[in-house]
């Protein structure tokens, strides 16, 4: 069993910064690829951030240079600084994860989500 646990959301300002982090636990052989994905109300769930396990980022248009993601490898975390968020930036943001587990398999792991509101 494998799982991951996201934490930070919350309520800020139009400008303001957050940060989330994803803790991954359980069977793991290795991880893969550590992503952020967001879903707002009307809108499919789309990537946000990803991160390889050779550290190479990838980022959607719409939050480059306002957003990093970072992975530490020894903690099995995943983390995304947000920064000049948006009000277009509120959804739920979930975490993802492509891990080897024990037993061998390759599996597509999910969060549980956390909401990020951007409002004045």
């Known amino acids: 069993q494998v799982q991951l646990v996201e934490s930070g959301g919350g309520l800020v300002q139009p400008g303001g910064s957050l940060r989330l982090d994803c803790a991954a636990s359980?069977?793991?052989?290795?991880?893969?690829?550590m992503a952020w994905y967001r879903q707002s109300p009307g809108n499919q769930c789309a990537l946000v951030a990803v991160?390889?396990?050779?550290?190479?980022?990838n980022y959607a248009d719409s939050v480059k240079g306002r957003f990093t993601v970072s992975r530490d490898n020894a903690k099995n975390t995943v983390t995304l600084q947000m920064n000049m968020l948006k009000p277009e930036d509120t959804a739920v943001y979930y975490c993802?994860?492509?891990?080897?587990?024990?037993?061998?398999?390759?599996?597509?792991?999910w969060g549980q989500g956390t909401r990020v509101t951007v409002s004045s």
């Open positions: 991160v390889s396990n050779g550290d190479t980022t």
């Open positions: 359980g069977s793991i052989f290795r991880i893969y690829t």
């Open positions: 993802n994860s492509v891990v080897q587990t024990t037993s061998g398999a390759y599996t597509s792991i």
